[in-house]
């Protein structure tokens, strides 16, 4: 009876085994599948600014790039992206305060952008960020960042008005914010048709 009863075990066993077996994708679609997420990632990760394969760019750095060890890289990139992630909190908390102050909000804010989109050169290295900034689909976002940083700076120390300061202001948070959504999927095409549609809503307002 026991070992009847054993064999009965032993049977269903490799019933349900087989059963699993025939059920689970093949192991070539199941390889085709991780490929091809894998490659989808990868896609992904190489879009990002804080990711570069390109080994001959890495030996066209400056020296003293070249010179850093990746745990310093990583360890000033976290250093200055922490940096504006303070100084935006600060602005967001001090709001009250500082709206009664505008020129210094815009510094503090300029700053953290600025310390925000520099931190990302540290790890591609400066020279190709530099391009990476400059290429076709990014020179609109970067012209018009860095001239709102100077002008920002400008209008709050030299100029010291309040109302140019905050459209300067208002200018580089919407290239930062380009900056940042275009990274995402689609968000490229979503920024366009939006700036777009902005666009066209604004010659019905104004009949141009």
Known sequence: METSSL??????WQQQK???????????????????????????LGSLPIYNQDTVANN??????????????????????????????????LLPVLSMKPRKF??????GS????????????????IKHLFSRDRMVFTVAFFLS?????YFSVVVQSS??????I?????????????YFPFGRGALTWISSAGVSTARGALRI
């Open 114 to 129: 600025f310390l925000f989109i520099t931190s990302f050169g540290v790890i591609r290295g400066p020279y190709t960020y």
């Open 170 to 182: 208002l200018i580089e948070s919407i290239s930062l914010i380009y900056y940042v959504v275009s």
């Open 149 to 153: 940083f100077v002008a920002v700076i």
């Open 106 to 111: 815009a510094l503090l804010w300029s700053m």
């Open 163 to 168: 109302i140019l300061s905050v459209v300067a």
């Open 7 to 12: 064999r009965d075990s032993y049977n269903k």
């Open 18 to 44: 087989s059963k699993n077996s025939a059920s689970s994708p093949p192991p070539a679609a199941a390889s085709s599948e991780s490929s091809t997420i894998g490659g989808r990632f990868n896609n992904l």
């Open 60 to 93: 066209t750095e400056p020296g003293w790039y070249s010179s850093l060890s990746m745990w310093e890289r990583y360890s000033l990139f976290f250093i200055m992206f922490l940096a504006s992630c303070f100084c935006f909190t600060v602005c967001i908390l």
